[in-house]
């Protein structure tokens, strides 16, 4: 991804806060067969001055050998996005964009194998959206349990590095703005109405 310098965010809480509110992503490997995609709910927490990311992915899934393989990976957050008109701008010669955020985060998986470890990362998992469910789940028979981790392959990534993009029409005049995060606003648009708020988070900010 490129992030040009007025679109690039490096604020370490505001990227951990949107990885964490859009954790559903997506995990890129790649091996011998070309790259690979999977589509998953991630843990985000600190480790230190980094970030470390967990999740898991069925043992069926040919990422699985990726995982293994010690090679690096990357995740992928994305989901507030919209297109923009240049409707909104000052009369001109003017042409559409589309306003999004989105992080690329890299590392090398590290594949946990121990009944504890994928516990751990299960428990993160319905921790983080439903955590009521967690007593129902500890109540299942240790057979069943045992069963149904033995169809996952759980991970850690530290992260190494993280591109992060918040293309918000910064390089647009503040009526410009103003006009881009109203329509975003009104639009009923869900995905809309949340890169309207990072806009007004934004603005905001720089008040």
């Known amino acids: 991804m490129y992030p040009p310098p ?11 806060a949107f ?21 998953i709910p991630l843990s985000v927490r600190r480790d230190g001055d980094s970030l470390r990311i967990s999740g898991h992915i069925a043992r ?41 955020i989105a992080v690329h985060a ?5 594949v946990r194998e121990s ?12 921790a983080a959206n439903d955590p009521g469910f967690q007593a129902a789940l500890d109540a299942y028979p240790a057979e069943f349990i045992d069963a149904k981790l033995k ?7 530290p992260v190494a590095r993280i591109d992060a993009r918040w293309k918000l029409s910064q390089d647009r005049k503040p009526v410009e703005r103003e006009r881009i995060e109203r329509a975003l606003r009104d ?7 949340g890169l309207a708020r990072y806009m007004g988070q934004q603005a905001g900010a720089s008040a």
């Open 6 to 16: 007025p679109n690039r965010q490096e604020d370490p809480d505001e990227i951990l």
């Open 19 to 39: 990885m964490r509110e859009y954790a559903f992503a997506t995990l890129v490997t790649a091996g011998a067969g070309g790259m690979v995609a999977t589509h």
């Open 60 to 100: 069926a899934n040919q990422q699985a050998a990726h995982l293994a393989a010690g090679t690096e990976a990357m995740a992928i957050f994305t989901e507030p996005h919209a297109y923009i008109s240049p409707e909104h701008y000052e009369p001109g010669r003017w042409v559409p964009t589309w306003n999004y």
């Open 106 to 110: 890299y590392g090398v998986p590290q």
């Open 115 to 126: 009944r504890e470890a994928k516990l751990a990362n299960l428990a993160e998992t319905v």
């Open 151 to 157: 169809g996952i392959v759980a991970f850690d990534m």
């Open 187 to 193: 639009s009923g648009d869900p995905a809309a109405n």
